[in-house]
């Protein structure tokens, strides 16, 4: 019993510091996440002028809208192409100025209009995603995001043992709140019951979120890439093939003269393909649209074909030559090892996309459930009369230094954050003791 | 305790750079490849493999003629072209298996300048649907 009391203590103290630190950042991912689900429905409100067309017989090729996108915008590169995938919606095309800004045309494909342009860093859900993946602070914004995410798995495990009923046949205070025992019993079943429910959901989203992760997702990717049953390269990690480039740019040929009736020079090159028989290539492969074409952009590039719509079974990572048109590699959802398949998969639940207006819902329910956790959490420290936790007098068991070192090895960066604490927490105890003696 | 944690992290963050030849571990597509050689009055394609050829000719700016083609020996097609006028000309062989559909397009330019631009692929008039 004294064991017990002793493993609450610690486990209680972990919790109350981790959820107070995270706290922000998990509001933060909890309120951008609720929103992003419904980024389909958002933009196509937001944009509607931009993506309605009115439907005619025959669709001009992407040539001449490429044509007319140059017309209009002499001096940028073409660096992409969305092919209209509704008989009522525009074409993109995608091109990067001068100065390196990108942004988005929208063609009218059956009379070459250009309906408008749309600057790629005003895009609403963009920013969004931004701030959900790395807080708008480039990698170091990541990582935090990233460190919240293994913290919120290490709140959700110390927050299971300390709702753990510790009396059998117990449901008011455990899966139901008890309304009438005082603020401060309502406020703490407003944390521990929502959390409860909401901890398999919760769990759900960190798991199938890290692999998007820049430290601990890129290095699982490698290793579940390299193993031969995760994602085939260029589609996470690595990097697309490259075009096969032929001899030097213009090479003199060999023509004799009697052919000619002057002697001239005879020069040759080989031509980069054209992007309608880059399309041919693409429809002959049973693609249809909801892709992104990337257009190569130097004598190396490739063409790339990339789709990845609601359901993680439709997607699609092609790279063909910009000289033959040869698929140089061409990935289907089929084509993905298990573990890739199981990733993909969970990217889709994690964006509510799988299973259209249930999937968001569900996700929706989770991010509310989180803010009323985090708040309610929030609320319990505030109400409390004594501080924070004093550190218990006693050392913690050897059962529970196992599960914190496979966490800290299983998530690096939570083991070397979890690393920092324990010495943090060791200089203090060192001062106080030096103190008192 | 601590020496412990450092060298497992160490040790699980080591190795797990991606492996530069990972692409063979997952489905590979056929290779296929061609060479379009222009020279004495004669169009030569070259296949890497049994293939189905068919190779076109146009001036720049003129409708496309498709070549007759004879097979010399096991994947080289010759065509016979005369070239009497300066100009641009396109050489374009569509050659298809059972796994590839490839369209290698050489640019010829008789006594004058050579104009490449990287950004304008070739423009085939006859071919748009």
């Known amino acids: ?437 | 305790m601590n020496k412990w944690i450092l060298l497992g992290s160490l040790l699980l963050l080591s190795g797990c750079a991606l492996d530069p030849d990972v692409a063979d571990e997952y489905v590979v597509e056929e290779k296929l490849d061609a060479e379009i050689d222009v020279k004495n009055g004669l169009i030569q394609v070259t296949t890497s493999q049994e293939a189905d050829v068919s190779v076109s000719f146009w001036a720049e700016g003129e409708e496309a003629e498709r070549l007759n083609l004879t097979e010399e020996k096991n994947g080289v097609y010759t065509a016979e072209k005369k070239l009497t006028d300066k100009g641009a000309y396109f050489v374009k062989a569509d050659i298809q298996t059972d796994g590839q559909h490839i369209m290698p397009t050489k640019k010829i330019w008789v006594g004058v300048e050579p104009d490449v631009e990287q950004d304008e692929p070739s423009m085939d008039k006859k071919h748009h649907h």
């Open chain 1, 1 to 437: 019993m004294e064991q017990q009391r002793r493993h609450y203590q610690w486990i209680w103290r972990w919790h109350f510091y981790a959820g107070l630190i995270f706290a922000p950042f998990l509001l933060v991912l909890a309120i951008t996440g609720g929103i992003y689900l419904f980024k389909a429905e958002i933009e196509q409100a937001l944009y509607k002028d931009l993506y309605s067309v009115t439907p005619q017989s025959e669709e001009m090729p992407a040539s001449h809208m490429f044509s007319a996108v140059k017309e209009a915008y002499p001096q940028v590169a073409i660096t992409r192409y969305r092919p209209a995938d509704a008989p009522d919606r525009s074409a993109e095309i995608g091109i990067t100025n001068s100065n390196g800004t990108a942004m988005t045309v929208f063609v009218d494909p059956y009379t070459m209009n250009i309906i408008g342009t749309l600057d790629d860093a005003d895009r609403i859900m963009d920013k969004l995603e931004k701030i959900h993946g790395e807080l708008m602070a480039g990698t170091i914004g990541d990582r935090l995001v990233e460190l919240a995410a293994c913290w919120a798995l290490i709140l959700i495990i110390t927050g299971a043992y300390l709702w753990w009923p510790r009396k059998r046949e117990k449901v008011w205070g455990v899966v139901l709140p008890r309304m009438s025992k005082g603020s401060r019993t309502l406020v703490r079943d407003l944390h521990v019951v929502p959390a409860a429910w909401i901890s398999a959901g919760m769990f759900f989203l960190i798991m199938t979120g890290l692999p998007w992760s820049g430290f601990w997702g890129t290095q699982m990717q490698n290793v579940v890439t390299n193993s031969g049953e995760g994602y085939p390269p260029s589609i996470w990690v690595g990097q697309a093939p490259l075009s096969n480039l032929k001899t030097e740019d213009v090479a003199d040929v060999g023509w004799s003269a009697e052919n000619l009736p002057v002697p001239q020079s005879v020069q040759s090159a080989y031509m980069p393909l054209s992007i309608d028989d880059a399309m041919q290539v693409i429809d002959e492969r049973g693609i249809k649209p909801g892709y992104d074409l990337f257009i190569p952009q130097d004598k190396t590039g490739v063409y790339t074909v990339s789709a990845f719509p609601p359901k993680a079974q439709d997607e699609v990572t092609m790279h063909i030559d910009q000289y033959t048109g040869a698929a140089l590699a061409d990935y289907r959802y089929d084509d993905y090892g298990p573990a890739g398949k199981a990733i993909a998969l969970g990217i889709t639940l994690h964006k509510g996309s799988q299973f259209g207006m249930i999937n968001k819902l569900i996700g929706l329910a989770v991010c509310i459930g989180m803010v009323l956790v985090i708040v309610s959490g929030m609320l319990l420290w505030r109400k409390r009369k004594h501080g924070a936790p004093a550190r218990p007098a006693v050392g913690v068991a050897k059962g529970l230094w196992v599960l914190i070192i496979l966490l800290g090895l299983l998530f690096p960066l939570a083991g070397a954050s979890m690393l920092v604490v324990f010495v943090i927490d060791l200089v203090v105890k060192r001062a106080k003791g030096g103190r008192t003696t």
